[in-house]
């Protein structure tokens, strides 16, 4: 009889699930790193919205997370940018708006 597995955290099958179904796009990758990258409070706060010409939009759910998220800018961009690893995907630059100010 062969010897049985040992069972597996559903977080970690969920995260190889999650990194199958990213699309192999910019913002495929960001959205896989994003919750690595800032940490849980600001993922549950605000969420990667979409990349043109390497700006990353992020979608913040109040003014107050846009203007804190503004001054960590450097930060966080060092940091997604390490999380994804290749260059061709992480942003040069991120810009935060409020929700429904997506313009």
Do not use: Y
Not at 15 to 24: F, G, I, K
Not at 64 to 92: C, F, K, N, Y
């Amino acid at each position: 009889m062969a010897p049985r597995k040992q069972p597996e955290r559903i977080g970690a099958s969920l995260d190889r699930l999650t990194a199958s179904l990213a699309p192999a796009t910019p913002l495929g990758s960001i959205q896989t790193a994003w919750r690595n990258a800032v940490g849980d409070r600001i993922a549950d706060r605000c969420i990667p919205g979409k990349v043109h010409e390497g700006v990353l939009t992020v979608v913040c759910e109040s003014s107050v997370w846009s203007q804190q998220l503004t001054l960590m800018q450097a930060d966080l961009l060092g940091r997604l940018r390490e999380e994804i690893g290749d260059p061709t995907h992480a942003p040069t630059e991120l810009r935060f708006v409020v929700t429904g100010d997506q313009a």
